[in-house]
């Protein structure tokens, strides 16, 4: 069964960190390329970054460059996103995607997609 399980979100205050994992069963989550999006209540689904398959190459959306990033642990069949400096903006329901091509943001380019994670950034 292909499944994409993410974890790692919840409440942390202003300024601080968090890491997200998103662990893939049911097929190689190297052979596919990663994305993490977000949506907030009253808000569209936002892509937030990507990361190919085959050379790294990654994407960034422009609010949390220098601030997120990326990576993937082939070994683990797992992909993350660490998030620095967090921001009250940043709080959204978080959910992580595969798909074939990449990197983008597009969800249309994504076939699996995880059930997704709170992130809430308050004080």
């Known amino acids: 069964q292909v499944q994409l399980v993410e974890s790692g979100g919840g409440l942390v205050q202003p300024g601080g960190s968090l890491r997200l994992s998103c662990a893939a069963s049911?097929?190689?989550?190297?052979?596919?390329?990663a994305g993490w999006f977000r949506q907030a209540p009253g808000k569209e689904r936002e892509g937030v970054s990507s990361?190919?398959?085959?050379?790294?190459?990654?994407y960034y959306t422009h609010s949390v460059k220098g601030r997120f990033t990326i990576s993937r642990d082939n070994a683990k069949n797992t992909v993350y996103l660490q998030m620095n400096s967090l921001k009250p903006e940043d709080s959204a329901v978080y959910y992580c995607?595969?798909?074939?091509?990449?990197?983008?943001?597009?969800?249309?380019?994504?076939?699996?997609w995880g059930q997704g994670t709170q992130v809430t950034v308050s004080s």
């Open positions: 049911g097929f190689t989550l190297g052979d596919y390329a």
């Open positions: 995607a595969a798909g074939m091509y990449g990197p983008t943001t597009n969800p249309k380019e994504y076939d699996y």
């Open positions: 990361i190919s398959s085959s050379d790294g190459s990654k």
